[in-house]
């Protein structure tokens, strides 16, 4: 199997030294960055598996970089925050982190990590593999061989993550989840956050399908349990 290739960004060479060294020997293709436009130049030019992103970087934050990265490619993003509090880490989950971790962290969970998205990664290929069908509904198409959604005939970008989650409510229309069921589901046994990244993910992908303005939303919250999906097939 070939090596994932792993784009490590933060302005602390110390940092990327370490988590570079950590990555390496778990046998990964390693590439460095220490600023944002320096990480989006080099990810267009060696279009990494996952990128390790620090929110305060030079230049361009992390967040903005995170934006840009999910705006071109279907790329992963696990995020580095040297601030505790929770903006920090609903703003990046907003725009498409796949995980996050605290300063200071371990190296060896910040692999774990890793190994847990692109894992992950790997067996939503495998089911796809096996042909999982298109989903059809009223005014929305879910294409999972090419990972393309369409409302009303309009292309909706999704995040790798988003438009597994959306995969995953639109296969049993009707059946509410729970948010520890889409964890399981969607970010896999191994995910060592919490709950709530389903509610950001949900948010987001909300505003995508735009369903404020086309009556009757299609993922709808069940108050005190957690998500639905309502959409009338053809």
Excluded at 5 to 13: H, P
Excluded at 112 to 141: D, T
Excluded at 150 to 166: K, Q
């Amino acid at each position: 199997m070939e090596a994932a290739t792993i784009l490590v960004v933060d302005d602390e060479q110390p940092i990327v030294d370490l988590v570079s060294s950590y990555l390496t020997n778990e046998g990964f293709v390693v590439h460095r960055a220490y600023d944002g436009p320096g990480a989006l130049a080099l990810a267009r030019s060696v279009k990494p598996d996952l990128v390790v992103l620090d929110v305060m970087l030079p230049g361009l934050d992390g967040i903005e970089v995170c934006r840009q990265l999910h705006r071109d490619t279907s790329v992963f993003v696990l995020m580095l925050t040297a601030r505790a509090d929770e903006i920090d880490k609903l703003i990046g989950l907003s725009v498409g982190a796949d995980d996050y971790l605290t300063k200071p962290f371990s190296p060896r969970e910040l692999v774990a990590r890793v190994k847990a998205i692109l894992r992950r990664n790997r067996v939503i290929r495998a089911i796809e593999v096996n042909q999982r069908p298109i989903l059809q509904f009223e005014g929305l198409l879910i294409d999972p061989e090419r990972r393309e959604v369409e409302r009303n005939g309009v292309r909706v970008d999704l995040t790798p993550r988003e438009f597994d989650l959306l995969y995953a409510l639109a296969s049993y229309p009707g059946r509410v989840f729970t948010r520890e069921e889409l964890l399981q589901r969607v970010w896999g046994p191994d995910f060592a956050g919490i709950d709530w990244v389903v509610d950001v993910h949900i948010g987001t992908l909300r505003r995508k399908l735009d369903d404020d303005h086309h009556g009757t939303p299609l993922v709808q919250t069940v108050r005190g349990v957690g998500y639905k999906f309502v959409g009338s097939t053809r």
